[in-house]
């Protein structure tokens, strides 16, 4: 079911798809491929609200958890939210609390897994991209963007192999798949 489309046209789709009732956008893909830009630029276009993974993954070593966290916080049906991560002093942070009713665009490394779908899809009809670019490129991108993920690639890169290469953590397919992010 994949359809690959370019970044523009990914935004015109997702924001196509707010506009006819998508209540849920899930963003996936590894790091420094384009999906905050993605996220963004979506909600830009929609007005709709982006959660970002990076905002409450518990620490360097958090990917699988805050994956976790998609389903059992941000899209629950009562009381939907997050724990900040409080990545400067390398603990929780406060509760973020969202509102059930609005639609949410959620975005980062770990997002596309089936529970996170079928979580979606309570919320009402979702839509699912993975973002994708070159490892050389996303590297070079996600260091520009933080030189401080420098001494943490590796390790998270090991995580996002893990994640990957677990069936049950992903989605074998999506409704587009984004180059050039």
Request: some cysteine; charged content about 25%; overall charge neutral.
């Amino acid at each position: 079911m994949d359809r690959t489309v370019s970044f523009d046209v990914a935004v015109d789709v997702l924001a196509d798809a707010c506009a006819r009732g998508a209540r849920t956008i899930l963003i996936g893909g590894r790091s420094g491929s384009g999906k905050t830009t993605l996220a963004r630029a979506v909600a830009e276009r929609t007005g709709h609200r982006v959660v970002h993974l990076d905002d409450f993954y518990p620490g360097w070593g958090g990917l699988a958890e805050g994956s976790r966290m998609v389903a059992r916080d941000v899209l629950a049906p009562v009381n939907p939210g997050f724990t900040r991560w409080d990545w400067e002093n390398n603990r929780s942070g406060g509760w973020v609390p969202l509102d059930p009713s609005e639609v949410l665009i959620v975005e980062g490394v770990g997002t596309l897994t089936p529970e996170n779908l079928r979580a979606a899809r309570r919320r009402g009809r979702s839509v699912t991209a993975r973002v994708e670019l070159r490892a050389t490129e996303r590297r070079e991108r996600a260091l520009a963007r933080d030189p401080g993920f420098v001494a943490w690639w590796d390790h998270w890169a090991n995580q996002e192999e893990r994640h990957a290469a677990d069936p049950a953590n992903v989605l074998s397919a999506v409704d587009l798949v984004v180059t050039g992010g």
